[in-house]
Every structure is written in C-alpha cells, then in structure tokens.
C-alpha cells in the first residue's frame, strides 16, 4: 500500500506538534522566557515538518524492507464490501492459497 502525500503531512504534522512543545517547554526551563520559547518552537516546527515530509517520501522509494503482497497488483477501484472479500476468501481457499 502506498502512503498519500496528505497522510504524510498529517503524520509529519500531529508528531511535530508533539515535539515542538517539547522543545518549547526545554527552552522555558533554561531560559524562563515565553517570547524565545515561542519562536524557537515556531520556526523549529516549520523546518522539522519539511524534514520529517521529505525523510518519509524519501523512504517511500527505497525498496528495501517492503514486503510485496501477493494482491498488490490487482487494480481494485475501491475497498471490497465485507461480501466481496469472503467471496475472494473462498476462492483463494478453494485454488488452494488459504487454508
């Protein structure tokens, strides 16, 4: 399954979140001062998300690791109804490729 470029976003996006209060709490503690721990915090969740956006496309191209589904190159249009996907359990059991 390939991952979109909105889910990448969100994930770069909900886990920078979580990070940037970290930074921003660690910079109040040594520093005490809101302004500083706003604008680092802010311009560090900026160049992280473009890090974090380009680390995960990056590894999207990179084979290694992937395990490829015997399925994968059906081109399905969209998600089988629960239905459909017992039909193809028994035919899949039936040629012998389930048990």
């Known amino acids: ?26 910079v109040f503690i040594f520093t005490r001062k809101v302004v500083l721990s706003l604008g680092v915090g802010f311009f560090e ?16 191209k990179i084979r290694w690791g992937k395990i490829d589904h015997p399925l994968g190159e059906l081109d399905v249009k969209e998600k089988l109804r629960p239905e459909d996907m017992e039909k193809v359990k028994e035919q899949l059991r039936e040629m012998g490729y389930m048990d």
């Open 45 to 60: 969740l900026l160049a992280k998300i473009g890090c974090f956006y380009l680390h995960e496309r990056i590894w999207e």
């Open 1 to 26: 399954m390939i991952e979109s470029h909105a889910r990448s976003v969100s994930k770069a996006v909900s886990y920078r979140l979580m990070g940037t209060f970290a930074t921003m709490l660690i």
